[in-house]
T-cell receptor, first 114, second 113 residues
Framework: AQSVAQPEDQVNVAEGNPLTVKCTYS??????LFWYVQYPNRGLQFLLK??????LVKGSYGFEAEFNKSQTSFHLKKPSALVSDSALYFC????????????FGKGTRLSVIA | DTGVSQNPRHKITKRGQNVTFRCDPI?????LYWYRQTLGQGPEFLTY????????KSRLLSDRFSAERPKGSFSTLEIQRTEQGDSAMYLC???????????FGSGTRLTVV
């Protein structure tokens, strides 16, 4: 069965500093990996995905993520955090091949302090 | 195309009542998913459709829950005899048959009192 772990419930970072939100996954085969962001009382918004190819994936709002197969990780990063990045971030995984639905982590709350 | 639309945005109901939520996916998306999200948790999969066929149901989906997608367009999720534990945000998402991600609606927040 596929699963996702987000080991940090909360990440605090000062505005302008780099940020990292951690994610590790478990699948039986190869993964499709995703990051989503959620603002209060809203649905999830897609940030980026890894399907195949380059391990460094660039997404919306200056975010990027690095796929590391040996460590089964897909950490979300941004070189310089903004206060407006404060939100809830979810990592998700899906097994390849197959039609299994996305499985989400429990989320990490990012707080960027001015 | 205005994305995935969910109605109502909020629903307050008394324990024991039935409720129904509606989801209108992106028109060209053939897959539609329902998830449930409680405070402090990530979205938990409930069920999904490919066109009008319901292909998978989670064990979270008790007999009180039923979902339909007639004609492969909009979908409804009904909860019968609601319980306080059903209080959650119910999220709908749609996608194409590909490794693309899902597009989520804004959700329906259910409060059972």
């Amino acid at each position: 069965a596929q699963s996702v772990a987000q080991p940090e419930d909360q990440v605090n970072v000062a505005e302008g500093n780099p940020l990292t939100v951690k994610c590790t996954y478990s699948v039986s085969g190869n993964p499709y990996l995703f990051w989503y962001v959620q603002y209060p009382n809203r649905g999830l918004q897609f940030l980026l995905k890894y399907i195949t190819g380059d391990n460094l994936v660039k997404g919306s709002y200056g975010f990027e993520a690095e796929f590391n197969k040996s460590q089964t990780s897909f950490h979300l990063k941004k070189p310089s955090a903004l206060v407006s990045d404060s939100a809830l971030y979810f990592c998700a995984v899906r097994d390849i091949p197959g039609n299994t639905p996305l499985v989400f982590g429990k989320g990490t709350r990012l707080s960027v302090i001015a | 195309d205005t994305g995935v639309s969910q109605n109502p945005r909020h629903k307050i109901t008394k324990r024991g009542q039935n409720v129904t939520f509606r989801c209108d996916p992106i028109s060209e998306h053939n897959r539609l998913y329902w998830y449930r999200q409680t405070l402090g948790q990530g979205p938990e999969f409930l069920t999904y459709f490919q066109n009008e066929a319901q292909l998978e149901k989670s064990r979270l989906l008790s007999d009180r829950f039923s979902a339909e997608r007639p004609k492969g367009s909009f979908s409804t999720l009904e909860i019968q005899r609601t319980e306080q534990g059903d209080s959650a945000m119910y999220l709908c998402a749609s996608s194409l048959d590909s490794p693309n991600g899902y597009t989520f609606g804004s959700g329906t927040r259910l409060t059972v009192v």
